[in-house]
C-alpha cells in the first residue's frame, strides 16, 4: 500500500460527505492508498449511515472527543501505507494532488512533511509562510514588528518561482508524511487537543533535521474552519483550545525563564482582552459575536482553575490529560 488517507470527524458530516465524494471518484493503477476516517464519537447516529453509504473506505469510532492529534495517531495505528496522508474533512481531494504528493516525497526524502497549495471557496489561496513562535514574535505586535524588520529576507525565502519552498510549519489540514519520518518523532503529540498540534510535529521534524515543504505543483480546496465553527457555543470553544494550546507549546518548546514570560503576557493580555469585550457585550447586546467573548471568559477561567490544581497546561479535553489521572 502506497499511501493511507487517514481523516479525522467530529460532527462535520457534510463537509466530509463531499471530501469523500472527491476521493470516491479517483481511479489509480499507479498509485495504491486506502481511506481511513476516524470519527471522535460524534454519537449523532450519522456514523453508521456513512460507513454504508462508502463502504469501500474503514471506519472507526474513537472512544470519545479526544481531539486532532489523538485521532491521526489512531488512524496511523491501523494503517498499512508507507505514506500517511492526514487530510482534513473540510477539504477535497484530487488524484493529481495525491500523486503529486507522493511523486515529490519520493524524490525527496529528505522532506519529512510535505504539504502543497491551498484554495477556498473564493479562489483565494492560503499564506503558507509559516514560522514557529519565538520570544520576540509570538504575540500579534511582536510579530508584526518582526515581520517588518525582517522583510526582505522572508521575501527572498517565500517569494520565489520555485516548485518548493520552505516554511517553518504547515497546517494539519494537509500533512504528507512518511511512515519512518513519522515513528521517527512518534507521531503527533496529544498534550495538544485541538490548534498548534501541527506546529509542534513540525517542530519535531525539525530537530532530527527533516524538511518541511509545500509544492506549487498541486493545489488542494480547502474550507478554513468548515467543520470546527459550526455555532457560537462551539465557536468560544474552538477560540478557547486556541488560547490553551499556546500554553501548551510554550512548556513544550520554551525554556523555564521563557515560559514564565510568556504565560504571564499571554494570561494578562487575554483576560484583559476577554474582560473588557464581555462588558461591551452587556451594552451591545444586538451583536451576538461579542457573546461569544462571554463564553471564552468562562471557559478560560475554568482551565486556568484546573491548571492551578493539576499543576499542567494541557487541555483536560487532550489524551495525555486523561493519562494524568490514570
Not at 489512531?74 to 503529486?100: C, Q, W
Not at 452587556?282 to 451576538?288: E, G, Q
Not at 461579542?290 to 479535553?317: D, E, G
Amino acid at each position: 500500500m502506497d499511501i493511507s488517507i487517514i481523516i479525522v470527524n467530529y460532527r462535520g458530516w457534510n463537509a466530509l460527505d463531499e471530501c469523500l465524494e472527491s476521493i470516491d471518484t479517483i481511479v489509480s493503477k499507479t498509485v495504491t492508498f486506502e481511506t481511513i476516517i476516524v470519527d471522535n464519537c460524534s454519537n449523532d447516529g450519522l456514523f453508521t449511515v456513512f460507513k454504508q453509504k462508502y463502504s469501500k473506505f474503514t471506519f472507526i469510532e474513537n472512544s470519545g472527543n479526544n481531539g486532532f492529534s489523538n485521532g491521526c495517531n489512531f488512524g496511523a495505528s491501523i494503517a498499512k501505507g508507507n505514506y500517511f496522508f492526514f487530510l482534513n474533512p473540510d477539504t477535497k481531494l484530487t488524484f493529481e494532488a495525491l500523486e503529486t504528493l507522493l511523486q515529490t516525497s519520493i524524490l525527496h526524502p529528505e522532506i519529512g512533511i510535505l504539504s502543497c497549495l491551498q484554495i477556498n471557496e473564493n479562489n483565494v489561496f492560503y499564506k503558507q509562510n509559516n514560522l514557529f513562535p519565538t520570544l520576540g514574535s509570538f504575540f500579534g505586535i511582536s510579530r508584526f514588528i518582526f515581520k517588518k524588520l525582517n522583510k526582505v529576507k522572508l521575501q527572498k525565502r517565500f517569494n520565489n518561482n520555485n516548485t518548493l519552498f520552505y516554511p517553518d510549519w504547515v497546517t494539519g489540514a494537509v500533512v504528507f508524511v512518511s511512515r519512518e519520518w513519522f515513528n521517527k518523532i512518534n507521531g503527533w503529540n496529544e498534550d495538544y487537543w485541538l490548534y498548534f498540534e501541527d506546529v509542534d510535529l513540525c517542530k519535531k521534524i525539525s530537530l532530527v533535521k527533516g524538511k518541511v515543504a509545500v509544492t506549487r505543483e498541486t493545489t488542494i480546496f480547502h474550507q478554513h474552519g468548515g467543520a470546527s465553527r459550526l455555532n457560537i457555543k462551539t465557536k468560544a470553544l474552538t477560540k478557547t483550545e486556541v488560547i490553551i494550546s499556546k500554553h501548551v507549546y510554550i512548556k513544550n518548546q520554551f525554556s523555564t525563564g521563557i515560559q514564565i514570560y510568556l504565560h504571564s503576557l499571554l494570561i494578562i493580555g487575554v483576560f484583559s482582552e476577554k474582560i473588557f469585550l464581555s462588558l461591551l457585550s452587556l451594552f451591545l447586546f444586538f451583536i451576538p459575536k461579542l457573546k461569544v467573548n462571554r463564553l471564552i471568559l468562562k471557559n478560560l477561567s475554568v482551565y486556568y482553575f484546573n491548571a492551578i490544581q493539576k499543576q499542567t497546561w494541557i487541555s483536560p479535553r487532550a489524551m495525555n490529560y486523561k493519562k494524568l489521572d490514570y
